[in-house]
Structure formats: C-alpha cells, structure tokens
C-alpha cells in the first residue's frame, strides 16, 4: 500500500475502491487490477480496443476487492475525523456508479461490526476520543441528516416529510439549511439510532429503494463542539464540522432511455453532479474566476469542502468487469480531476454559531437561579435548535419519540421575561410552606374568629398556596431544562458506552496490524524502486553500437506505446464528449417541447392584461434558484408548495396575484407559477447551450 502523502493538508486527497465481482458477473472478465503497493488502478481496454495497452491511473491509495472496512476508514477517514476533533471541517464523500459499493463503503453493513462502513466507524471513534480527553474539556455532539433529491433538499430527520427545505446563506455563519433538525447525541448508539430513522424516511415515498438511493445524494453531518479553557483564563470552543456523503449514481442517466418526468428528474440530479464536476474542473484550472457552486443544491452546501476551508477526501467507487468500461474510465478520469483541488482548511475557533457555550452559560445561570432565585433570563438559541415545546429523540428501534421540553421564558425587546412571576430560590419557598402552614393553623385553631376576618385569612392562605404552587412548578421546569442541557454536554473522560469502545477496539487493532503490513510494503517498494532504477543504469550503459540500437529500439517503442496510449485516451475522450453532447441536446429537445407547451398554456388560457402584469411583477431569486413574484403577501411565494391533493382543494381568488399563482398552479403535477417554469427553463436551456 503506497504510504499516505505529505500533502494531505491543501490537497483534496483522492482514493479507489474496487469491488468484487459479484455472482451475475460469472462471465464477464475482469479488467481492473488494482496496484496497492504503487497506489495505480490499471484498467485493460475491451472488445475490438482489447489488445491496445492498458491506462493507468495513480491516486494517494487504492483498495482492492479484499479490502477491508476497518483498513479503509484508518488508511482514509481515521485523519480527517481526528481532524474535524481539533476543530477543522472534514469531508469525507463516495462517487461512482451505481452498484459500485458507495453505500457500502459509507454505511456498510452496520450490524456486522467488521462490515460497518466509515459513518457508523465515525461514531465509535469520536465517542472514544470524547472518552479518551480529559475532564478539563466540555463536547457537544449534534447530528443532522438530509437528502437531495431532484433538487430538492428534504430533512430526514423532519416532522414533516413533505416539507422541502430551503439552503441559505449568512455572512457570518455561510451556507446553511434553513429549519434543518440537529439532534445533540450522547454516544455512539445514540447516532446509530439517527441513521436509522434518517434510511426509515428515505424508504418512505419511494416505491423503490435503491432507485431513490441510486438518484439521491445524502448527506449526514455531525457537528462536535469542544470547550477549553485557554491560557487567557477564558474558555474557547472550537467547532468542527464533518460532512459524510454518499452520492447518486454518477452513470449517464439517459443511457438509461428515461423520458418525459423520468428524464427531467434524470436532467436534474446530472445537474447537481455536472455542476460537481464542473467546480472541480474550475478549481483545478486555476484560471476561473468564477467558481459555478450556486449552481446546484449539493454544490452549495459542499462549497466549503471543495477549495474552502475543509479537510476533504473523495473515495471513488468503480466496478471490475469489463462491461462497465466507460463508467469505470469516466470515474477514474474524475477522481484524478479532483487531485488537484487545493482547500485551505483552519480551525474554526469561536464561531458565532457555536452552541456549546450558550448551553454552558445558561446551566451555570440556571444552576444559580435555581440556588437564589430571582428572574430567569435564558438563552438565545439562534433558532437553531428548534423552539418548539417538545423536545425530539430516537429510541432503540431508530424511532422518534418526542417528550415535553421545559419551557424556557420568551426574551422581550427590553431582555427581560415576559412573566412577571418571580422564581424563588429553595429557601424561601420552604419559608413560604412554614407561613402556610402557620395560616393554616390559625385557621383551624382560632374557632371564635369572626367571619370576615376568616375568610380574609383563607383568602390570603389561597393566594399564598397558589404562589407556592407556581414557584414549584417553575423551579421544577428549570430543574427539568438543567437536567435536558446537562444531557447534551459531555465531559471529556465520561465512560459513554461499552458497544462503541468494543468498536473502536477492532479499529485501533487494526491500525496496529496496517502499521506493520505498512512498514513491511514500504520496504517492498523501495526494493523494488532499488531493483528498476538498477535496471535502467544497466540498460544505459552499453558496451558496443549493438546494445546502444537495442537500447534505443526498447526507448523507441516505449515512445510508440506512449503515443499509442495518448491517442486512444484522445479518442476515448472525444467519445465521451460526444455522448455527453448527445445527452445535452437531448434533454434541451425535451426542454424544448415543455416550453412549446407551456406557452401554448399562456397564450390561449392566460388573458394578456394578466400576463403583462406577472411578467411586471416577477424576479428571478438567485438565492432559492427560482422566479418570485412581487407582493409576497399576495402572491403566495410564502405558501408550501401545493401537492397535487392540494391543488385539487385550491379555490381561485378574484382578489389579488395569488388568484393567478394558484389558478395556475392547477395544471396537473405543476407546482410554481408557469411563466416562471417557461422562463426557468428557458434559462435552463440558454445555460445549457452556453455549456
Ligand atoms: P452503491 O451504493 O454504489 O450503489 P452498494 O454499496 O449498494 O453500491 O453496493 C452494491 C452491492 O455490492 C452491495 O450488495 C454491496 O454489499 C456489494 N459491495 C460493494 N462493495 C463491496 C466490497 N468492497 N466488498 C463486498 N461487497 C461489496
Ligand atoms: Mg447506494
């Protein structure tokens, strides 16, 4: 196995991995050899090509058939996660073909222990570590798990998973998904449980599964905050991001003779890997300004992990049978492409995102409040953690299960709580109970006590009972919230849980094995760099004219190979140009035919005078890639976007815009506004002809 290069720091670090055949490739052959010991996949040529020399490719490692999953995330994910522990943003993504062995590579077979992939790998190592760091330093984990599809960006991990999130953008924070549940998670089951749920819902709303997961592309992230105290007497929190993604399927999805619905889907998920494909190409030419990453859901929310600031690795899955030739080449060509990009990774300390310290103020001030008293302020969640009443986990079955979260008092303008009740600390509600008590006992002791005067007392003792009553109840929610927040924080040095050590156990043993098969290949391939710089002196030094003529007849027919090599990459290549030009004039063909027909729709059901007024008050969003209209009262921007169920319910309103928007949008299966659609795709397919 070639050692792990030095240049890891900037550059994207690229890796292969090769499947084994599988059972229905009995009668293929095998035309992919993988070269551990030079990092080099070699790829035979096939049919009539079958005899012109084979291409090779040369990355920072490569796995073969046998490879092994633990080997796999210590040689390539061990780093990056020890990383994104320091405090940097680590990357870690699988592209290739469908049945390449991405899902198994990421996810694996998690309730094998040897077979899991590099996510669930991922868990048991931050929980050791976590378990591994001294009590000095505080971690919170959280975890959110989302899908692209069709371009669409679905939580799945939502309440409602009909609802399509939106991707934004803050100066200060960057790119972020709006409304995305995070979940903070004690131990490495605990995110287990999460992946779970997340695969339950990506089952759910597709008929098939491995269809959906073949054109779909995942992303689970997990967030790990740690808190130390600096050597300023201040503690400092540092954040690292980690984003694990398993993508759709890179194969040309009109090989596959989709069309109408099929193919516009096809159009659009190529769109999210051709935009990938094209930021790497101009990251690594070096001369575009002009960096393509709002073009594509996935790209923007990968723009740090692709030339910004992030720890990256690409493993590129390919097949080994000889009928999978032209995706194989195609994703090797990419994987070499993304060599080259160069990020610039820092630790991220202090940001204004981070959590951790937010949580660790309010237990302190809880914790004081529930000591002394007085007024409770909170604290600001950024609206990140949702604000709702309940407070959101996964059980063992990877279901999720909601139970009451403690109230936490709303913040006026002026900072303070809206509630006026004050919260009294223990002493005095044990002073409130003893003059309770007293009321009480004069109550029922003093029986010559004039009427009025009774009912006065009782009045007084019912007032006191209530705000006793009330001061429990908000001593017992604060209790309640201490408790919810203590939780979420973990102390370094805390025993999270047996099943995750026995986890990380395998993996450090293999570690320890892959250290000593490392040295060995390493001495290997010295020899055998020794031997062939040997060889090639001998060669160089003849004797006599005859040795020189076949010294300089093996270099010349090294040169022919050479040229030989080059032309048919040259005609590889034009050929997959040509395919993929074929692919593009196919779908403005069919993009072509939508817009006749939505123009059709405009000109004979749309009235002119309302035409003119929409096309007055529409702008194209470059923010959520779509056209708005003006007024967005009126207009419906802010409505979800209505099912064909709804649409059916939908009754136009004479009133205002929204009666157009929604008339409209009764076209079966449309969903925005069709001028926007006509023009959407009219600029779809102006870029698409640019391209
Ligand atoms: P993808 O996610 O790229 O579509 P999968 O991960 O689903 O591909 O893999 C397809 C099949 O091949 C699965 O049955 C998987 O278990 C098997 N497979 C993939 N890679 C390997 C490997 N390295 N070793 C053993 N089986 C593998
Ligand atoms: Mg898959």
Redesign the pocket.
């Known amino acids: 196995m070639a050692p792990a290069k030095d240049n890891e720091d900037t550059n994207v670090a690229v890796v292969v991995?090769c499947?084994?055949m599988?059972d229905n490739e009995k009668n293929y052959r095998k035309i992919v050899r993988v070269d551990e010991m030079r990092g080099q996949i070699i790829v035979e040529h096939t049919g009539v090509n079958a005899d012109e020399p084979p291409k090779t490719f040369t990355f920072d490692n490569v796995?073969s058939?046998t490879?092994k999953q633990a080997d796999v995330y210590n040689i390539t994910a061990r780093k990056i996660v020890d990383n994104v522990l320091e405090g940097y943003n680590g990357t870690i993504f699988?592209y290739?073909?469908?049945?390449?062995?991405?899902?198994?590579?990421m996810e694996g077979?998690r309730s094998q222990p040897e077979l899991r992939g590099i996510i669930p790998n991922s868990f048991a190592h931050i929980f050791s570590h976590i378990r591994e760091c001294g009590k000095t330093k505080q971690f919170l984990v959280r975890v959110s798990y989302l899908e692209i599809y069709n371009e669409e960006v679905r939580d799945l991990l939502g309440k409602d998973q009909n609802k399509r999130l939106e991707v934004k953008e803050r100066p200060d924070i960057g790119v972020y998904v709006k409304d995305l549940s995070t979940f903070a998670v004690n131990n490495a089951d605990d995110m287990d449980r999460i992946m779970t749920l997340g695969n339950k819902n990506r089952v759910v709303g597709s008929t098939n599964m491995?269809e959906q997961?073949?054109r779909s592309h995942a992303i689970f992230s997990s967030t790990i905050e740690c808190s130390e105290l600096g050597p300023d007497g201040q503690q400092h929190v540092k954040v690292g991001k980690l984003h694990l993604v398993?993508l759709a399927?890179s194969e040309r999805q009109s090989k596959t003779g989709a069309t109408g619905d099929r193919l516009k889907e096809a159009t659009k998920i190529n769109l999210s890997l051709a935009t990938l494909g094209n930021v790497i190409s101009a990251l690594v030419d070096g001369k575009s300004s002009h960096i393509p990453y709002r073009n594509s859901k996935l790209t923007r929310l990968l723009q740090d992990s692709l030339g910004g600031n992030s720890k990256t690795m690409m493993c590129a899955?390919i097949g080994p049978a000889e009928y999978n030739y032209d995706e194989t080449i195609s994703t090797l060509r990419y994987a070499n492409r993304a060599k080259n990009i160069k990020n610039k990774p820092k630790i991220n300390e202090d940001p204004k995102d981070a959590m951790l310290r937010k949580f660790q103020e309010e237990i302190e001030e809880l914790k004081k409040k529930l000591a002394e008293g007085g007024q409770l302020s909170g604290s600001d969640d950024d609206g990140e953690e949702s604000e709702s009443e309940e407070e959101e986990y996964v059980d063992e079955n990877g279901t999720k299960q909601t139970r009451k979260k403690p109230k936490k008092k709303k913040k006026t303008t002026e900072g303070k709580t809206n509630d006026p009740g004050k919260m009294l600390s223990s002493e005095k509600m044990e002073e409130l109970k003893r003059v309770i008590e007293a009321e009480r006992h004069k109550l029922f002791s003093q029986v010559d006590m004039e009427e009025s005067e009774k009912n006065q007392v009782q009045l007084q003792l019912a007032k006191k009972e209530a705000e006793l009553s009330r001061a429990q109840q908000e001593q017992d929610a604060l209790q309640e919230r201490l408790e919810a927040l203590k939780r979420k924080v973990l102390v370094g040095g805390v025993d999270l849980l047996e099943k995750a050590q026995e986890q990380e156990r395998l993996l450090e043993e293999s570690a320890k094995e892959l250290q000593a098969r490392q040295a060995k290949e390493e001495e290997l391939r010295k020899r055998l760099l020794k031997k062939e710089a040997e060889q090639k002196k001998a060669e160089e030094k003849f004797t006599n004219m005859q040795e020189e003529a076949d010294v300089k007849t093996r270099a010349l027919k090294k040169a022919f190979h050479q040229l030989m090599s080059a032309k048919s990459e040259l005609a590889d290549i034009q050929e997959e140009h040509g395919r993929e030009r074929e692919a593009l004039l196919q779908s403005i063909r069919e993009l072509h035919k939508e817009l006749s027909q939505q123009v059709l729709i405009v000109n004979s059901y749309i009235p002119p005078d309302q035409l003119a007024l929409i096309e007055r008050n529409v702008t194209w969003s470059e923010e959520i890639g779509e056209f708005q209209l003006k007024c967005v009262a009126y207009s419906g921007n802010n409505m979800r976007k209505p099912t064909p169920s709804d649409e059916k319910r939908i009754q136009p309103d004479e009133s205002d815009l929204s009666h157009v928007y929604l008339t409209y949008s009764e076209a079966p299966a449309k969903s925005k506004p069709v001028s926007s659609r006509a023009k959407s795709a009219k600029s779809k397919k102006k870029k698409e002809l640019k391209n």
């Not at 290739?96 to 991405?102: H, S």
């Open positions: 991995r499947r084994p599988n796995f058939d490879s699988a290739g073909q469908t049945g390449t062995g991405k899902t198994f590579t077979v491995n997961s073949s398993d399927g899955n």
